[in-house]
């Protein structure tokens, strides 16, 4: 199971009635936050979160506002009694980008520890055994960018007919299901003995300020969710999108129908904050890819596996 | 007339309902703000305010809770056209410090002046011809830290029976009455010629983060509004306070009630993020001070001269 918030959807600026883009992606108690600019403390506040679970903040760039909430966020953690360290992934120049900030942060009662991503993608997990996977891919903005996609693995079927047959004691069956081997009465019993073929898991794919890429249309493909940046509804904002290295309503979609296969569902945020009703462009949009809709602030939504 | 308005009320950390700590002082269509934590640009959107016009931007301290939203502040006045300088006051260390913030802030299509304080009191002048005066004084607090008092001038008043009188021409009395010099027909004229002397103006004084000091007192005399931290409401919190080096409601209201000429009135703010009604105490405090009551986000006041 997933959960996944999208704490903000405005662009540029924090506006009294839209918080600035920020996703939290939360699994088994532990919490992974997207971006963090001006306010997203407070926008999570706002849905009942403690900032204490919060083990890995992923940043997509580092334009402000997308990393002008750190400083108050690490200070908020900390006064959450939080004393375990926080792995913090970017792009190249992340510690020096986050020591600056950190000049007003500068005592905390848990360690940082970097990741910096130089490569066109990264795939790494999450700190623990959570089977998440997250995977870093290059992204086209004015600045070096990435986008961020989400894997949950999920095990194959456990087969208790073969582990009878093979006489296996039943007090090994839970770590087999765990994918841990296990040693008993003098014998070894391995997960691929008692367990079917990996099921399908769940993707969630994020990325934001960027134009199209051949990137977000891979990651994209086969999500259960795919977010997206959509900075203008106007078509005539075309030229202004390009100038700007973000992207238009319809070309966020058209990144979703040339998906294979093309994610379940689309949602769009990072509006412009001249976009005071991003809803009034989803009709058009929707031709392009059905299954595309806005975000907004505090939007969220539980993942299951296929048949739970 | 000075318009005040205190944009946010809490301390620490931004809070859903409660903004952090912050004063706007506004005069002549100018503006001056005092601290600029995470979300103030969005308290002074909420306002329906410009960024636009604010020419100086007063730190008590460098605590994150009063220095945080710098950077988007800077950011959305460029956004909103600003091409004027800006001054920045603060306590030693300032361009330090903000240099190390204005790393995601790095261009911006105004410059930035430093003054920062390193003597116990300095009085300096808005830049410009608008009377308006700004003290600022030392106050006790766990890192260097000033409050800020606020001192509009009145011309005294213009006597037309002594210009007649002195044959002094019509065209150069509203010069005169604007504190200037004239030369017509040979003859020079001076403000003293036919201005009374000045009457009372107005006073505002500022002070938060900070335990009970001489200095406050002194600059809270006569104030027409004197706003002050109250970090706690309960008496039992009187050693925590001073641990943290904050103040009780009990403690900010005995200076009101020391200060001579008493201030006319006195708001608290800067509460803790534990005081969730910080108007229940207030009755216990105003056996202290009468004429104080509770800051709120957005509480607003126009003082005019007394005639006015």
């Not at 700190?127 to 992204?139: E, K, M, N, Y």
């Not at 600045?143 to 079927?157: E, H, I, K, P, T």
């Not at 391995?190 to 769940?202: N, S």
Request: hydrophobic residues 35%; aromatic residues 8%; charged residues 25%.
């Amino acid at each position: 199971m997933l959960d996944v918030c999208l704490l903000g959807t405005g662009g540029m600026m924090p506006l009294p009635y839209r918080w600035l883009t920020s996703l939290m992606v939360r699994c088994n108690g532990r919490a992974i936050l997207t971006d963090c600019g001006e306010g997203t403390q407070i926008a999570m506040k706002k849905k009942g979160w403690s900032p204490n679970p919060i083990d890995v903040i992923l940043f997509t760039h580092y334009h402000a506002d997308h990393i002008s909430g750190l400083p108050g966020m690490l200070l908020s953690m900390g006064n959450a009694d939080r004393t375990e360290p926080v792995l913090l992934v970017g792009p190249k120049g992340l510690e020096k980008v986050v020591d600056s900030l950190r000049v007003i942060a500068p005592e905390l009662p848990f360690g940082l520890q970097y990741r910096e991503l130089n490569e066109n993608e990264e795939t790494f997990d999450l700190p623990g055994d959570s089977g998440l996977h997250i995977t870093a891919f290059h992204v086209n903005h004015r600045v070096n960018c990435y986008g961020y996609s989400f894997r949950l693995d999920r095990a194959g079927r456990f087969d208790a007919e073969r582990a009878k047959a093979q006489g296996i004691p039943l007090a090994c069956w839970n770590p087999l299901q765990k994918g841990q081997t296990v040693t008993a009465g003098g014998r070894t019993f391995t997960p691929d003995m008692v367990m079917g073929p990996p099921r399908r898991g769940l993707k969630v794919t994020y990325t934001t300020d960027s134009r199209p890429t051949p990137s977000i249309v891979k990651y994209a493909s086969g999500a259960d969710l795919f977010i997206c940046e959509g900075m203008y509804g106007e078509e005539d904002k075309l030229d202004k999108a390009k100038d700007k290295k973000h992207m238009t309503f319809a070309e966020a979609a058209g990144l979703a129908a040339r998906a294979n296969p093309q994610p379940k569902e689309m949602w769009l945020t990072h509006f412009s904050p001249s976009e005071n009703h991003p809803d009034s462009y989803i009709k058009d949009t929707q031709k392009i890819f059905p299954r595309v809709t806005c975000g907004w602030d505090g939007r969220s939504k539980t993942l299951r596996f296929a048949d739970e």
